[in-house]
């Protein structure tokens, strides 16, 4: 898998785990009430277990969060550097699209030695 594609794939990672952490502390919040203008809000039905479980859960959810940024970090540095910038880039494209170009002539040269054109790319033998 190429680089970018490596990039995509642990953005969607990044995403999914933040989703899932925000849907988690939302669902597993206790409640909380408001403002003294509200109610209290009904208890909690959880177990001393639960609570355990929901204390540890935020921190899971980081660690793998950042585990996921980290990882992102490392493919974003792994990314190769531009070279002097926009203009040697527009010189490179430049320098192939030349290369092509004289490439595409030498291949048409060879063709017309090859035969001659009776139609949109069919080449007849010259008869030799």
């Known amino acids: 898998m190429d680089i970018i594609s490596q990039l ?3 953005v969607n990672q990044i995403a999914g785990i933040a989703f899932n952490t925000f849907g988690t502390l939302q669902r597993d919040a206790p409640p909380v009430r408001l403002s003294a203008n509200y109610p209290e809000p009904p208890a909690a039905n959880t177990t001393p277990e639960d609570a355990a479980n929901f204390a540890e859960q935020p921190k899971q959810m980081s660690a793998a ?3 996921a940024a ?10 190769p550097l531009a070279e002097g910038g926009e203009e040697a ?8 699209q ?6 595409g002539q030498e291949l048409q040269r060879q063709l017309e030695a090859a035969g001659t054109k009776t139609g949109p790319g069919v080449v007849q033998p010259s008869g030799r």
């Open 8 to 10: 995509q794939e642990q």
């Open 65 to 67: 969060l950042v585990k």
């Open 70 to 79: 980290k990882q992102f970090d490392a493919l974003v540095a792994a990314l």
């Open 89 to 96: 880039q527009l010189k490179r494209i430049a320098e192939l």
């Open 98 to 103: 030349a290369e092509n170009d004289a490439v």
